[in-house]
């Protein structure tokens, strides 16, 4: 079974500074690491990896500036197999709509020359982005069947890679849970409940520091350039601002528990809040 | 035709794409009042553009609850009444949403950024060829640019916000929108309008999802993305047992159950519960934290509240200095003294 794994290096700041001129993140210069909620996701991969066994393995793959490398790196050393870097000035400005297309190119291409995969697992959403809208972007444009906000995968069942087979996963509701099962290939996006994502062993660092990651740009994937980057995102952001930070507020006094309670419920009630 | 190919054939048309369009999403044969919520934004749009507003409606045994739509402002309700779209398997919704727009040529389509409306919102965008705005918190009209639509988000945890556009000329132009971020919209009993059933044939389309069951949680448990009042615990409770005089007090107040990551971390409440970064994003009209010291990774979750109330015996707690009311002193005396002053006034919450 293939799987594959799409992660992003976001900024592990909440430090965050505005470029002007695009209204978007600056990501020069701020810390950077994996998305927390795609550590669950790689995880995940080399989880049902090890549950099919045979010759099953787990890709990663990102899209981002030169130094997104060190993300796909910190993939290996958790028990990727190998990583793929769709990188190029070309691509920057995405938004949801062109990245999921520019990973749809990629993973195209890497079921080419690779293997045909067979499960691509995505984090929920990203702590910088929040939108959750790759997962299913990406299953759109591949026409697979996706399922998002999985906390657990019950069962897979694989004929072996690129021939097919079934999922089984379990969905968190607002109210409950669906459980869901999926023709194989298939996409899912993961919540944190999922796993417990472990730490690199010595012989992943080992891998993650000698492999070798392919970079492939525009013309590598076969993209169409009207389909990426800022030029083809239907989505801009037109502006970016702080919001108001909220400034302390009133200090309930009292010198007994009861006598703040009763300050409290009536601050409450004088407020019209209850 | 490959589905590449098929996405990208999907011309794009700022002419004759025209009306609001709302989903109203139903939940076990329960329509949500995220409906009234998107009814109430929407309907303010439709206004100011002289657009008629109309409103999606999927699921089985729905067909009554049109005239209910209509009562809270839509003009048009669109039903698809199906046996498969009982349960919401998103390859399915997709499709038959997809064919829809493709037809009817919607100008805005609004959804609620519930994990249904998020889960499909961008398969829809993709597949109908258009972009997609994640969870926004305010919407306009831009008029300097040809009344698109100004929706207004928050990204990195809520540190900041954007306001997106989406200028490229596709259609409809789509956003998923917060619950509670609106107010919902009134209701007028018998306003006209259309209800248009529009045939549903599964066996059009691939089934390559199927819904197998739904579990049901706990039952008497509020959901923290659906409630207007929050009291979440934090690593001060000290232990699984400190969430007792929180879900006592819950449920005076009417209220949903909140944790911090460290609670939920430590094993004391369900993941489902954690509200911050890598938890679950909230906004109701009053959040209560209890033992919530305020690191970032919660405040991100939960810093645009109407109104905080924080319980901490640390004065110097960054949640402390940001709570619009901060009550200092030992949350074991504190509760339950809230708990008997709430009920010496005979307080009853308000529908939620």
Known sequence: ?274 | MSSEQAILSIPRDTENHKGIWVFAEVSHGKLQTTAYELLHVGGGLAKELNEPLSVVLMGHNITSLGQDLIDHGADKVYVMDHEKLGQFVDELYANVIVELIIKEKPNKFLLPASTLGRSFGSRVAVLANTGITADATELSINKEKGNLLNAIRPSFGGTLMATILCIRGHRPEMATIRPMAFPQAQKQSGRKGEIVTVPVDPSKYKQRERHLRFEADEKNEIDIQQASTIISGGYGLGGPEGFDPIRKLAKTLGAAVGASRKAVDAGWIPYRHQVGLTGRTVRPKLYIAVGISGQIQHLAGMNSSETIVAINQDPEAPMMKLATFSVEGDLFQLLPAIQTELEKIGYKPTAN
């Open chain 1, 1 to 274: 079974m293939h799987i594959l794994t799409c992660i992003k290096q976001t900024p592990a700041t909440d430090n965050v500074q505005i470029d002007p001129e695009t209204g978007t993140l600056k990501r020069e210069g701020m810390a950077a690491a994996i998305n927390p909620f795609d550590e669950y996701a790689i995880e995940e991969a080399v989880r049902i990896k090890e549950r099919v066994g045979g010759d099953s393995s787990v890709s990663a793959l990102t899209m981002g500036p030169p130094q997104a490398e060190n993300a796909l790196r910190d993939a290996i050393s958790k028990g990727c197999d190998r990583a793929f870097h769709v990188c190029g000035r070309e691509f920057a400005g995405a938004d949801t709509w062109a990245t999921s297309y520019t990973l749809f190119k990629a993973i195209e291409k890497i079921a080419k020359e690779v293997s045909p995969i067979d499960l691509v697992i995505c984090g929920k959403q990203t702590n910088d982005g929040d939108t959750g809208h790759i997962g299913p972007g990406v299953a759109a444009w591949l026409d697979w069947p996706n399922v998002a906000y999985v906390k657990k995968v019950e069962d897979v069942k694989s004929i072996g890679t690129g021939k097919g087979g079934t999922v089984v996963v379990h969905r968190m509701m607002e109210d409950g849970t669906d459980v869901l099962e999926m023709d194989l290939p298939a996409v899912i996006a993961v919540v944190k409940e999922i796993n417990e994502p472990r730490v690199p062993s010595l012989k992943g660092k080992m891998a993650a520091k000698k492999a070798e990651i392919p970079k492939w740009d525009a013309a590598a994937l076969g993209a169409v350039s009207e389909c990426i980057g800022l030029k083809g995102s239907p989505t801009i952001v037109a502006k970016s601002f702080r919001p108001p930070m909220k400034t302390g507020g009133v200090k309930i006094q009292g010198t007994t528990p009861q006598e703040k309670a009763k300050n409290l419920v009536a601050k409450l009630r004088e407020s019209n809040i209850i």
